[in-house]
Nanobody, 116 residues
Framework: QVQLVESGGGLVQPGGSLRLSCAAS????????MGWYRQAPGKQRELVAT???????NYSDSVKGRFTISRDNAKNTVYLQMNSLKPEDTAVYYC??????????WGQGTLVTVSS
C-alpha cells in the first residue's frame, strides 16, 4: 500500500516562507515522478511543481522563481520550499506520485494560509 503524507502547512505573513514535506511509503520512491498541486477556495486544483525520478523540475508560471521542489530519496520525501508568499498562494497543497504515466496516490493535503 503506497501512501503519501504531507506536512508543514500553516499560517504565514505575505513575503514569508514555508517548507512543505511529503513522506512516501510502500514502494520504491526513487523511481517515482512527484508533483505538488494546490486547490484554493472556489477554484480548481492546479499544478504547482513537478520533479522527475531523475531530478528534472518544472513550475507553474505563478510560482516560478519563488518556489523550489526537491527530493531526498534516502528519506523517501519530496519538499516544496515556498518563498515570497502571496495571499493568492493560500490553498490546500497536495502531493502526488506517478510512474510511467500511470497516476499513483494522493496525499491528504496540508493547508497553507498567507495573511496579514
Amino acid at each position: 500500500q503506497v501512501q503519501l503524507v504531507e506536512s508543514g502547512g500553516g499560517l504565514v505573513q505575505p513575503g514569508g516562507s514555508l517548507r512543505l514535506s511529503c513522506a512516501a511509503s510502500g514502494s520504491i520512491f526513487s523511481i517515482w515522478n512527484m508533483g505538488w498541486y494546490r486547490q484554493a477556495p472556489g477554484k480548481q486544483r492546479e499544478l504547482v511543481a513537478t520533479i522527475t525520478s531523475g531530478g528534472s523540475t518544472n513550475y507553474s508560471d505563478s510560482v516560478k522563481g519563488r518556489f523550489t521542489i526537491s527530493r531526498d530519496n534516502a528519506k523517501n520525501t519530496v519538499y516544496l520550499q515556498m518563498n515570497s508568499l502571496k495571499p493568492e498562494d493560500t490553498a490546500v497543497y497536495y502531493c502526488h506520485a506517478e510512474y510511467m504515466l500511470l497516476p499513483g496516490p494522493w496525499g491528504q493535503g496540508t493547508l497553507v494560509t498567507v495573511s496579514s
